[in-house]
Structure formats: structure tokens, C-alpha cells
């Protein structure tokens, strides 16, 4: 329970008191008590420190409907009930019905002290333990990773990071789509490339990929392969095309690791063929199929889709869905919840798959996804295309090679995931405060070279602290409900954004108070190492490093 939720709850509690002395209407109960409990808004031309209090609350216009009295009247009567409590070092009432508190200064040191001794645990394991499968990035090995791919990466990387600080048992896994018309497409591709390696040139089929990316990997295989599969294609297709998506994916595996995004599982679409685990699930689908022009189709209109689903086509070759319905069963039979992170060409896809999971007896509410919108690179004002198969593709390579992994992870997860974003290189670039990244990195150096020069903290009897220091402190207060806020909207963003806020506060501090040899030095040690501990805490749940010199 942070600091605002305590004096909500004292609040409460002297309400009731009041209660029992029939001073409010019968029907009255506590438990429909809706009120705020605001900071100060100061203006920008206004002293803080000529701000005297440090919550104020409007529950006395809320009381008003169940006591025929004027607001201040009743702010007042709560504030006799409430002058009995330690928890405040002062009330008062303001017109026109107003109730100001000034906490005790013990309940900031209290905070400070938790986190302290916490340290990197804090706002952690509040959950029930339970398994949850994260599937995210899972782009089709059939090329580099390009910038679209790198904010679902980013962001489902981060949400497995808080995952797991919040307490569960978290499996971040990629699916590999190696079947499918795409890696004949690939094989097809390369091979052109290949041969253009040894001075065969042969006209690129229509349907292919030009990037790039393939004449690397045509590089990569004649490397190992020599001319190997110059002779017999056809007789080794099936061998170029298990050798293509191995030599892309640990590339992409490769890039990925620049960026701190790593994978506990690589899950097979081939694999599910192999190992005979289509099948049973058509089996177990077959009270909800129907066959009509020799294929088999998913009755999902009775679920409210707008029409049904084909699951086998009439020459029978599996759809797309098909081995992705499988797929998801066997992570529904090794985990409590599965949590899918898709791109925005693939939310089509949601209501059928939850369709197919519910036909297979699962509850669907254990099954989220989560849709990531585009990106538009920007640099010098301009957009970069991206198109794979044109061959201008924007690689997450080529983004590497223009700006750091922090600036990507950190900007990147400055907006919800349900917007498209431009990201603009030369802000992610940028040395001064406009840049996110660098504000909050330089506010931990910061405090890393404070600490150096200030006495040790000690948590002091009597002190008096500014308004700053009180908001940089109710700000770290904030922390563990952040977490859980996220937990429970999956707002990765949210934590990016509080990073820049508490930065902007302890910078806001910094700037009118000189620490050494302050009267209170010892204890705005403490505050700055509770600082420099939700920072760590904060970036590293991002993936962005933090710098102790900058």
C-alpha cells in the first residue's frame, strides 16, 4: 500500500467512525465513496515551497449527499477525527470545503527505507505464480529482421521482463513459420543468387524475394556448400530450404541478441507435421467441421465470425490456420496463459484463432493478443520504405549501424503499442534533454556521482524536506503500482514514461538544492540511492543499460 492509498485508508477509516455516531443519512456507506486525493498543481510562477500541503482531497463535496451541511462544515468535523492520527503533521480545511494534509515526514523516510532495503527486489512477486507463454517477433525466417519486427520485439521483451518481476514463470518463445509456400519461395530465391555466384545468371521468378538479405545468405551457403547445389535442384530443394531458414533465423537470432532480446524456445511449424500433431487436433475439432467442396471447414459463424474457416483445402494441403491452431495447443498444454504478440497484418487472425481454442475446450480468456501497429523510420525529416521483397528493406542491421540499442528499446516504448509511431533518428541521437533515453540515463550518472561525494544516507529523527524532494520521493512511491498497472494492461509504455517523469523530478530537485553539506545531507543520500534504485530497476525491466558516467 503506497503512501496515497494509506491516507485514503485512514480517511476511510475516520469516516466510519463518524458513521457510528449517525452524523451521516442511513443509507449512507462508506464503501460507495468515490473522492480524489490530488497533489498541489502548482503554476509555473509559483514558490513550492509556499505550498502548504502535500495531498488535498474533495470527500467532503462527495459526503455532502448524505449530510444536509455545508462542505466545510463537514471537511472540518473529518479533520477533528483525524488530528488523532500520527500520520499527519498538520490539517486544514479551505474554502470552500477543501481538506489539505501534511504528511508526517517519518511516512517519505519509511518509503525511502523500503526501497533501500528491497533494493533491486522492490515491486517485486506481488502475483500468484503461475506458467505464461509470451510468442512474439516469430517473423518468417526468410530474410533480415526489418524495423516493424524490432518494436514488437522490444516491447514483448519488455513485458516478459516485468512478467517475471511481478512473479510469474515466463516462457518467450518464437515460432517459426519454416513450411508453407514462403520457404519454397525462399528456396526459389536463393537459388537464383546462388548461381549468380558462379556466373549463371538466370531471370528472378516473379513471386520471390530481391532483397538483399538473399544474396547474403546465397553468400553464406556457397561458403559452406561450395557448389553443391548447383547439380539436381529439384532433388535438393527440401536440403536448400532447411539450410536457408537455419542460416536467417541465427541471423536473426544474432541481431536480436544487439538489442537485448533473447528467446527460451524456438517452436517448429515443420516440426508439427513431423511429429503427427495436426491430425489428433482435427480429431478433436470434428464435432465443429463440416466438408463442403472436398474440404474441411471450421464452423466458426455459429461463434459469431462472418464466415467459416477452411482447415484443409480441397487438395489436401493444410491452411495457414491449421497447423497454428496445433501450434497453440501444445503451449496451452505446457502453460496457464498464452500471451501472442502479432503485427497489425495479422489481427484478421484473432477472432477465428480464439474461435478454434474455444472449440478445442479451452477457455479463451486465457489467451491474449496483443497487436503491434507500424513504425515510419525518420531521418533528416524524411520517411524510409520498408518493402522486403522490393528490396528496401530498413533492417534492424541498418538501424543498429545508425543509432544504439537504448535509443531503440527506449523510444520505441514510449507509446502504446496500438498507435503507429514514427521513430526519429536524429531524436533518438540527440545529447541534451529532448532525448528520453539521455535524460533518464544522465539522471542515473547522476546520482552515481553524487553518491560518490555526499556523506552516507541515514535515515534521520528530525528533518525537514522540500516540496521537490517530496514529490521525487512520492514518485518512487508510485513504483509498485506502476508495475502492477502494467501487469494488468500490458502498457509497457507507461514505465518508459514514468522513467522520464521521476527523471524530470529529481532534475527539477537537483536544480534548486545544493546536497553537500546540506543541513539533512545524510538523508538526501538515502533519496538520491533510492533514486539510482528504481532506475536500475526501471531501465534494466526495459533493456536499456544504465550508465554510471556519461
Given at each position: 500500500m503506497n503512501l496515497k492509498q494509506k491516507i485514503k485508508s485512514i480517511l476511510i477509516d475516520s469516516i466510519e467512525e463518524i458513521k457510528k455516531e449517525n452524523y451521516f443519512d442511513d443509507n449512507f456507506e462508506t464503501k460507495d465513496l468515490n473522492f480524489l486525493l490530488s497533489e498541489p498543481n502548482i503554476p509555473e510562477n509559483k514558490n513550492e515551497n509556499a505550498i502548504n500541503f502535500d495531498f488535498s482531497s474533495n470527500i467532503a463535496f462527495i459526503l455532502k449527499k448524505y449530510k444536509k451541511s455545508s462542505p466545510i462544515d463537514i471537511a472540518n468535523k473529518i479533520k477533528e477525527k483525524l488530528e488523532k492520527n500520527d500520520a499527519f503533521k498538520f490539517i486544514s480545511v479551505s474554502a470552500p470545503g477543501f481538506l489539505n494534509f501534511v504528511i508526517n515526514n517519518n511516512l517519505f523516510s519509511n518509503v525511502l527505507k523500503q526501497i533501500i532495503t528491497e533494493g533491486n527486489e522492490y515491486g517485486s512477486n506481488f502475483v500468484e505464480t503461475k506458467k505464461i507463454n509470451v510468442e512474439f517477433v516469430s517473423a518468417n525466417p526468410t530474410g533480415f529482421l526489418h524495423v516493424g519486427h524490432v518494436r514488437g520485439a522490444v516491447f514483448g521483451d519488455s513485458l516478459i521482463r516485468i512478467l517475471r518481476h511481478a512473479g510469474y514463470n515466463v516462457e518467450a518463445e518464437y515460432y517459426v513459420n519454416d513450411a508453407g509456400n514462403q520457404i519454397n519461395i525462399l528456396a526459389d530465391s536463393?537459388?537464383?543468387?546462388?548461381?549468380?555466384?558462379?556466373?549463371?545468371?538466370?531471370?528472378?521468378?516473379?513471386?520471390?524475394?530481391?532483397?538483399?538479405?538473399?544474396?547474403?545468405?546465397?553468400?553464406?551457403?556457397?561458403?559452406?556448400?561450395?557448389?553443391?547445389?548447383?547439380?539436381?535442384?529439384?532433388?535438393?530443394?527440401?536440403?536448400?530450404?532447411?539450410?536457408?531458414?537455419?542460416?536467417?533465423?541465427?541471423?536473426?537470432?544474432?541481431?536480436?541478441?544487439?538489442?537485448?532480446v533473447s528467446f527460451d524456445t524456438f517452436?517448429?511449424?515443420?516440426?508439427?507435421?513431423?511429429?503427427?500433431?495436426?491430425?489428433?487436433?482435427?480429431?478433436?475439432?470434428k464435432k465443429h467441421t463440416f466438408t463442403k467442396d472436398g474440404a474441411l471447414f471450421l464452423n466458426t459463424t455459429k461463434f459469431g465470425d462472418d464466415k467459416d474457416r477452411v482447415l484443409v483445402k480441397s487438395d489436401g494441403a493444410y491452411t495457414y490456420l491449421t497447423p497454428d491452431i496445433a501450434y497453440h495447443e501444445t503451449k496451452l498444454q505446457k502453460c496457464d496463459a498464452l500471451i501472442n504478440i502479432w503485427g497489425a497484418d495479422h489481427s484478421g487472425y484473432i477472432d477465428?484463432?480464439?474461435?478454434?481454442?474455444?472449440?478445442?475446450?479451452?477457455?479463451?480468456?486465457?489467451?491474449?493478443?496483443?497487436?503491434?501497429?507500424?513504425?515510419?523510420?525518420?531521418?533528416?525529416?524524411?520517411?524510409?520504405?520498408?518493402?522486403?521483397?522490393?528490396?528496401?528493406?530498413?533492417?534492424?542491421?541498418?538501424?543498429?549501424?545508425?543509432?544504439?540499442?537504448?535509443?531503440?528499446?527506449?523510444?520505441?516504448?514510449?507509446r502504446e503499442i496500438n498507435t503507429k509511431y514514427d521513430f526519429n533518428i536524429d531524436d533518438a541521437n540527440s545529447k541534451d534533454a529532448s532525448n528520453p533515453v539521455f535524460n533518464v540515463q544522465y539522471s542515473h550518472a547522476r546520482t552515481v556521482s553524487l553518491l560518490k561525494n555526499l556523506k552516507p544516507y541515514k535515515l534521520l529523527e528530525n528533518f525537514e524536506i522540500t516540496n521537490k524532494a517530496k514529490k521525487v520521493i512520492l514518485s518512487l512511491d508510485e513504483f509498485p503500482n506502476l508495475l502492477e498497472s502494467i501487469v494488468t494492461t500490458s502498457k509497457v509504455n507507461l514505465l518508459s514514461q514514468y522513467l522520464l517523469n521521476l527523471s524530470n523530478l529529481f532534475n527539477s530537485f537537483y536544480a534548486e538544492t545544493k546536497l553537500k553539506d546540506h543541513e539533512y545531507e545524510e538523508y538526501y543520500s538515502a533519496m538520491v540511492l533510492a533514486v539510482q534504485t528504481i532506475f536500475k530497476i526501471g531501465l534494466n525491466l526495459i533493456g536499456v543499460s544504465a550508465p554510471e558516467v556519461m
Open positions: 536463393i537459388i537464383i543468387r546462388y548461381k549468380e555466384l558462379f556466373g549463371i545468371n538466370e531471370e528472378m521468378p516473379e513471386d520471390s524475394y530481391k532483397g538483399t538479405d538473399i544474396i547474403w545468405a546465397a553468400n553464406k551457403i556457397k561458403e559452406k556448400f561450395g557448389d553443391y547445389f548447383l547439380t539436381n535442384f529439384n532433388e535438393k530443394k527440401e536440403e536448400l530450404k532447411t539450410v536457408a531458414t537455419e542460416i536467417l533465423l541465427n541471423k536473426i537470432k544474432d541481431d536480436l541478441g544487439k538489442i537485448n517452436s517448429s511449424e515443420k516440426k508439427l507435421t513431423e511429429n503427427n500433431l495436426i491430425e489428433p487436433v482435427l480429431e478433436k475439432l477465428r484463432m480464439r474461435i478454434a481454442i474455444e472449440s478445442l475446450g479451452y477457455d479463451s480468456k486465457n489467451l491474449q493478443f496483443l497487436v503491434i501497429q507500424l513504425v515510419r523510420l525518420i531521418k533528416n525529416g524524411e520517411e524510409f520504405k520498408m518493402s522486403k521483397r522490393a528490396g528496401t528493406s530498413v533492417t534492424l542491421a541498418d538501424l543498429l549501424d545508425n543509432t544504439s540499442s537504448d535509443a531503440i528499446r527506449f523510444m520505441m516504448l514510449t
